[in-house]
Nanobody
């Protein structure tokens, strides 16, 4: 079992930046592929970004490519999402997730989920 706790959400103006963090409870964190998803009000949860266990491979949704960066620090059992040039459509609850198996954009690949952190981008 892996517990994931997100932090770093908040209210930011259009064009601003935020860095989300997701801390994992287990020292075997480095064995998991990690991802961020988000869910906006009235919409389904969607893929944002993913990173392989080593950090050597990353994937991004087209909507965030060039603005968001996913990274990880296995020594700290933490994955990050740096969000720049934020837009109102980035407003959502952001979730991190961990996969024991292969990396990808499908929610079904991920075995463990955090509770989420709210990001609100105001115009």
């Amino acid at each position: 079992q892996v517990q994931l706790v997100e932090s770093g959400g908040g209210l930011v103006q259009v064009g601003g930046s935020l860095r989300l963090s997701c801390a994992a409870s287990r020292s075997t964190f480095s064995m998991y592929n990690m991802a961020w998803f988000r869910q906006a009000p009235g919409k389904e949860r969607e893929f944002v970004a993913a990173i392989s266990w080593s950090g050597g491979t990353t994937y991004y949704a087209d909507s965030v490519k060039g603005r968001f960066t996913i990274s990880r620090d296995n020594a700290k059992n933490t994955v990050y999402l740096q969000m720049n040039s934020l837009k109102p459509e980035d407003t959502a609850v952001y979730y991190c997730a961990a996969a024991q198996g292969r990396i990808g954009y499908l929610q079904s690949l991920y075995d463990y989920w955090g509770q989420g952190t709210q990001v609100t981008v105001s115009s």
